[in-house]
């Protein structure tokens, strides 16, 4: 992790941070439960003195372009101005006082660690240069396996599915302390993690592999320990998507889903894992925006929905923690109410943190001017101000919100962490067909491998691309393997090039990516198999891809196409390890899809 070219990252000290702060802060550096009537007190003091226009922008997590706070490159300066009306994040807290800040990799913010303890740094200070300066929580996506915004050299882990195909609470637990520690030494203490949805639609296209899996209470002990991981490293973790996004065959990204699920179903399938997050002290909720017409008949998404968030969330669930909106550019929450109104409506349902607004210029005024025109009163405002500022104290940014370089150094991407991730992604890998033994495959017999098949945009920063892995993976293990990327949807001639590409071969490893009957993915496999070569099918996103691959001699699933759980499926296929992972949603037969195929609990070992 050394980087001696790279500046240090150490903020201001703990000193000059409270100063800044105006001395009213000082009270709120100890975290200790002894303190904590006294720093309520304090909270509410602080909230006091606190400006409309302050209490507004704390209710804020908002994007900014750039890798520094103050100087980024010019054409993040440029997407900031066009987007933000603001140049830099220093600029952005200046106008808008933000609370938040959520980081994406296509907004550049994640380049290495060192640079992310940088900006946050940057972040931190330009906000508490202010009067009455706030630390910023500064937060971001980073569920691992499909959904991570920091790659390598941080630890890349296994994805929700894999950790509910492994099983082990313990294992699921030990991912997210890891995770925890390595995102809070780099500054970031929100993590949008664990996805708490029962995925029991195998069309869902948002949810899918970030699910833990389909079964309600299985789903509810993974959440439970992944939020105790979390918190126990000192980042908050955020129970998404609230009431439930698993059972839907439309993104909310690009549409507006509908759960058709009755109350007693609600209850039964979707609420246990939130039951469960609120029961192990969940720092944040994030809303979903989807219409539940059982839990409101009003038509509006949950996100905007006050019988949904105060009434289910808050009272019948008994969570008082902060609730943060999904992203408010997402089409979802858009379709029925213009982009001013979304902001307003949302804290009218009790929501605490506004989540990337298209327009943080046109909501920002939309709640101020609700709050000056009276539909919002301040008393309103001042209650989510307040669990905003509760969470930021319990997390340790009154008392030093800086990143440091040593703790870069002491923790982002160790060999502990790595060496832990490897032993943890080993056990999630599924093995669902097996046919005359094929696996584990012999160097003996079937020493020249082929890899072929799809190679997705990784998910976060990796080495890919997945065929590229694989086969370096089996060539590690003493294979002679060489790699054929055939696409998500190969065309005629690129399926002929691998077919003849196979010939000859002792196997052929395909990397599968969301196979359907009609695809064309389904076609290069039957192709493979039907010049005698064995075929190795690795479903490396949704397992379902099995149920429409009859041709394959062996299948498994390794639930994501991260380096992490690659090369664990490698070491699986050539016996370095045992497979050990069983299914936790179950697959339907491709012919008739009322008909299980293979069960929750199914899986293949030797």
Not at 95 to 101: K, N, S
Not at 236 to 244: L, N, R, V
Not at 344 to 367: F, M, R, T, Y
Not at 378 to 387: F, G, P
């Amino acid at each position: 992790m050394r980087d001696p070219g790279t500046r240090s990252t150490a903020g201001p000290t703990r000193r000059s941070a409270l100063t800044a702060t105006a001395g009213i802060t000082a009270a709120l550096a100890t975290g200790t439960t002894a303190h904590a009537a006294s720093a309520d007190t304090t909270l509410r003091a602080l909230v006091a003195r606190m400006t409309l226009a302050e209490k507004v922008g704390q209710l804020f997590v908002s994007r900014v372009f750039g890798h520094s706070a103050t100087a980024p490159d010019p054409a993040d300066i440029e997407s900031n101005r066009r987007e933000l009306g603001v140049s830099t994040a220093a600029e952005l807290i200046e106008r808008y006082h933000v609370g938040g800040v959520i980081y994406f990799t296509w907004a550049h913010n994640t380049r290495d660690p060192y640079r992310i303890a940088e900006l946050s740094n940057g972040i931190q200070r330009a906000s508490l240069a202010r009067p009455r300066g706030l630390p910023v929580l500064i937060s971001t996506d980073q569920e691992h396996g499909a959904v991570a915004r920091i790659g390598r050299p941080a630890t890349q882990l296994p994805g929700a599915m894999a950790l509910g195909a492994g099983g082990s609470r313990e294992d699921a637990r030990t991912a997210a302390r890891i995770a925890g520690a390595e995102l809070r030494a780099m500054g970031i203490r929100q993590d949008y993690a664990p996805d708490a949805d029962v995925n029991v639609n195998p069309a869902n296209p948002v949810i899918g592999v970030r699910s833990f899996g389909a079964d309600p209470e299985a789903v509810a002990g993974m959440v439970t320990a992944q939020v105790r991981g979390y918190q126990g490293a000192g980042v908050a973790a955020t129970a998404k998507h609230f009431p439930g996004h698993g059972d839907t065959a439309v993104d909310s990204h690009y549409g507006f889903p509908v759960i058709e699920h009755t109350k007693p179903q609600w209850t039964e399938l979707d609420a246990p894992p939130f039951r469960a997050a609120v029961r192990a002290g969940i720092d944040s909720v994030m809303t979903a925006h989807i219409m539940v017409p059982a839990l409101d008949p009003s038509g509006d998404p949950a996100t905007l929905s006050h019988p949904i968030l105060t009434g289910v969330l808050r009272g019948e669930l008994g969570y008082d923690g902060v609730v943060v909106t999904d992203s408010l550019a997402m089409e979802g929450v858009r379709t029925k109410y213009g982009d001013d109104r979304v902001a307003v409506l949302a804290l009218k349902a009790g929501v605490d943190q506004l989540l990337n607004p298209p327009s943080i210029e046109v909501a920002w005024n939309a709640v101020l001017a609700a709050v000056r025109g009276g539909e919002l009163t301040e008393e309103r405002l001042d209650a989510s101000v307040l669990r905003v500022l509760r969470l930021k104290r319990k997390l340790g940014l009154f008392g030093d919100p800086y990143a440091s370089r040593g703790g870069v150094d002491r923790t982002v991407g160790t060999r502990a962490h790595l060496e832990r991730a490897a032993r943890i992604a080993e056990r999630t890998t599924t093995l669902l067909v097996n046919e005359r033994r094929l696996l584990p495959l012999s160097r003996r017999t079937h020493r020249d491998v082929l890899v072929v098949g799809a190679d997705p945009a990784s998910p976060s920063g990796t080495d890919g691309p997945p065929t590229a892995v694989l086969a370096g993976a089996l060539t590690g293990l003493g294979f002679s393997a060489t790699a054929l990327s055939t696409g998500t949807a190969p065309a005629g001639e690129t399926v002929d090039r691998a077919v003849a590409a196979a010939g000859g071969r002792d196997a052929v490893v395909v990397a599968t990516y969301n196979v359907t009957a009609a695809g064309t993915q389904k076609t290069l496999v039957e192709r493979l198999a039907a010049t005698g070569v064995p075929v190795i099918a690795v479903a490396i996103r949704n397992p379902y891809d099995v149920a429409h691959l009859p041709g394959a001699t062996a299948c498994l699933a390794a639930y994501s196409w991260t380096d992490v759980e690659l090369r664990a499926a490698a070491r699986v296929i050539a016996g370095a390890a045992a497979p050990r992972g069983k299914l936790p949603v179950p697959v339907q037969r491709a012919d008739d899809p009322a008909r299980v195929l293979y069960p929750v609990g199914y899986g293949l070992t030797y």
